[in-house]
């Protein structure tokens, strides 16, 4: 089974309609992602969190909510999708002790899922 | 902020060709530098880091070295193969090491 699992791969969808993306991690890391890719855009962070009572917004969070139901499980939600929310999302992974946050840089490094390729008709 | 430049694709590259793919980055106090790679159907992986001005680091043939002079981390590969055709990312994370900062990618095509 791979490490980062989501779900589902693949979806169509019309406006307006709601949608949940889930991930599921067997790492055991602490911190999880939710990232979007565009084409020329590369990967944009939608939200983070680094433990089930904490979430932090990303840079491109506008439109969507999340809920960390536990230290594994992470899911997006798209409450009334639009068109321009088609784009393939990726559910990521790290471990908190791979940064060091006390002097010196520290190295993040992240696990990622295959992707969910979400289109909004 | 903080932001990640990489040359525009494609790069299209006959078998055993040299492959450089630029990268320079804009960003405050001493972040990580990665390159990840892509391929097609698949999410991102690791292919090497390095988290200090002078690291080299190196994975399956590529390499890359922290350039803090020119703000640079340049993925370099002496002899290129079909299955290193993918999109490859350069992406940074800051001091705090909890975000992560990806350029827009560069889709290499390798001929055989």
């Known amino acids: 089974d791979a490490d980062v699992t989501q779900t589902p ?3 169509i969808t019309k ?3 709601r949608i949940m993306l889930e991930c599921s991690q067997t790492k055991g890391h602490d911190r999880m992602y939710w990232y979007r890719q565009d084409p020329g855009l590369g990967l944009r962070l939608i939200y983070y969190s680094f433990d089930v009572k904490d979430i932090n917004k990303g840079e491109i969070s506008d439109g969507y909510s999340v809920s960390r139901q ?3 499980k992470f899911s997006l939600s798209l409450e009334s999708a639009i068109p321009n929310q088609t784009a393939l999302y990726f559910c990521a992974t790290s471990d ?3 940064g060091s946050l006390a002097g010196g840089p520290g190295a993040n490094v992240l696990t990622f899922g295959a992707g969910s390729r979400l289109t909004v008709l | 902020g903080d932001s990640v430049t990489q040359m525009e694709g494609p790069v299209t590259l006959s078998e055993e060709a040299f492959l450089t793919i630029n990268c320079t980055y804009t960003a405050t106090g001493y972040p990580s530098l990665f390159w990840y790679v892509q391929y097609p159907g698949e999410g991102l992986q690791l292919l090497l880091k390095a ?3 002078d690291d080299k680091g190196s994975n399956k043939g590529f390499e890359a070295t922290y350039r803090k ?3 640079s981390f340049h993925l370099e590969k002496g002899s290129v193969q079909v299955s290193d055709s993918a999109v490859y990312f350069c992406a940074l994370s800051n001091t705090g090491g909890f975000k992560t900062i990806f350029g827009a990618g560069t889709r290499l095509f390798v001929k055989a």
């Open chain 1, 9 to 11: 791969r693949n979806r």
């Open chain 1, 15 to 17: 406006t307006g309609k």
């Open chain 1, 70 to 72: 536990a230290q594994a």
């Open chain 2, 69 to 71: 002079e020119t703000t």
């Open chain 1, 96 to 98: 908190s002790a791979g």
């Open chain 2, 51 to 53: 988290t200090k001005a």
